[in-house]
């Protein structure tokens, strides 16, 4: 495939409910996605970057900036035979992993466009269908997280995770556990402790969690790995796993037992699918995480979802939980059971809401 035009626009989406994490609140999400022109072929694909440098460096201005003046040019005119040769061409950039990941997608979605195979297959996945949890972010009061987590298992979610922060933990995490004794729970902290926590962290050991996920700095290993040490509670790492190497470091250091995988986080499918090789090396799972995707991104992280080891449920859930409309057709369902099937349709699986892409756009500009 020659790439003969790539097109970037920003979407105004607002959520169905406000999503509040550590670092913040948010109640409408700015989607940056790309569209890469080729043959006849439009491949898509999402920048999953936060609108605030919160939660990681990468912001949605910044990333829109670093694909019109560096990336996209770095792959016009190119001839690519798939996703993979994306990388390379992008590699002379440090690091805006969010913003490659977009392009380098767009490319994956274009060539199972062009194989007529799904983007599952093409990625080397074999499940039929995942297993979904949910991510509830922190509420107004107790009561409200109780009410939406009732909601969430009602509607057959395998695992609800909460995030948590000093003052919003272990009266919550008690509540929950009183009300739930058997259900797998986990909470992401989101860097929001320190090793000053030690103790506090310790008391998470009698809520039976399936994880605390990234309970220290966004950057660190050797603190975690520290941590680790002291808890009975499985750690898992989202924010400071960049790459298969950094996944590497981790587990060789025993830093944590489960990895987050985030395609936008560790810079495109191929390095995905590098972390989920090096995991399954040492005998970890992985899971994937979200980032409040439209359909895009979510229908590209179901995908994924497929590879053999990631075997926890993940953060993918149904696109009604975020968008009053979603910008991809079918839109990404749930069944009772917690589980997504996965399609047998080429390419991404589901059709492009072009007519409401457009109403949503409020920014495009495209590099020829
Ligand atoms: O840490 O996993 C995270 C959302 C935005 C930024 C970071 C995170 C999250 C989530 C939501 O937890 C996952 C989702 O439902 O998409
Ligand atoms: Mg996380």
Redesign the pocket.
């Known amino acids: 495939m020659r790439i003969e035009a790539i097109t970037l626009r920003e979407l105004k989406m607002p959520l169905v409910h406000f ?1 509040e ?1 550590s670092f913040g609140r ?1 109640y409408t999400r700015r989607v940056l996605l790309v569209t890469l022109q080729s043959d006849g072929l439009e491949g898509w694909g999402e920048c999953v970057a ?1 609108e605030n440098p919160y ?1 990681s460096e990468e912001y949605i201005d910044g990333a829109w900036d670093v694909i019109v003046r560096f990336l996209a040019p770095a792959l016009l005119g190119k001839t690519l035979q798939s996703g993979r040769d994306v990388s390379p061409l992008l590699a002379q950039v440090r690091e805006h992993r969010m913003a490659k990941a977009a392009l380098e997608n767009a490319a994956w979605d274009a060539e199972a466009q062009e194989k007529r195979l799904p983007l599952w297959k093409l990625l080397g996945g074999t499940r039929r269908e995942i297993a979904c949890g ?2 509830i ?1 922190i509420q107004d009061s107790h009561e409200r997280l109780l009410e939406k987590i009732e909601t969430e298992l009602a509607a057959g979610y395998q695992r609800i ?1 909460i ?1 948590v922060k000093p003052g919003w933990d272990v009266e919550v995490l008690e509540k929950i556990r009183k009300r739930w004794p058997e259900i797998l729970l986990s909470c ?1 902290a ?1 860097s929001a402790y320190t090793l000053a926590d030690e103790q506090h962290l310790k008391y998470f050991d009698r809520f039976q969690l399936l994880m605390i ?2 309970p220290l700095w966004s950057d660190d290993f050797y603190l975690h790995a520290r941590l680790q040490k002291q808890l009975q509670t499985a750690l898992c790492l ?2 400071a796993i960049h790459s298969a190497r950094y996944a590497e470091a981790a587990l060789e250091l025993g830093s944590c037992r489960i990895v ?1 995988i ?1 395609v936008g986080r560790v810079g495109g499918f191929s390095e995905a699918i590098a972390v989920h090789n090096v995991t399954q090396k040492f005998g970890v799972s992985v899971w994937c ?5 439209s359909g895009i991104g979510r229908s590209h992280n179901v995908a994924l979802s497929t590879l053999a080891n990631f075997k926890l449920p993940g ?3 149904a696109s009604k ?2 968008w009053k409309e979603d910008v991809i057709d079918p839109e990404v369902e749930v069944s009772p059971q917690g589980t997504i099937a996965i399609s047998d349709k080429p390419g991404r699986g589901y059709e492009i809401r072009k007519d409401l892409i457009e109403k949503l756009t409020v920014r495009k500009d495209e590099v020829k």
Request: hydrophobic share 20%; net charge negative; no cysteine.
């Open positions: 999503f994490t948010t936060g939660y949910v991510s972010g995770k995030k992401d989101n996920e990234q989202d924010e987050n985030k995480g979200g980032m409040l995707e953060d993918v859930s939980r975020y």
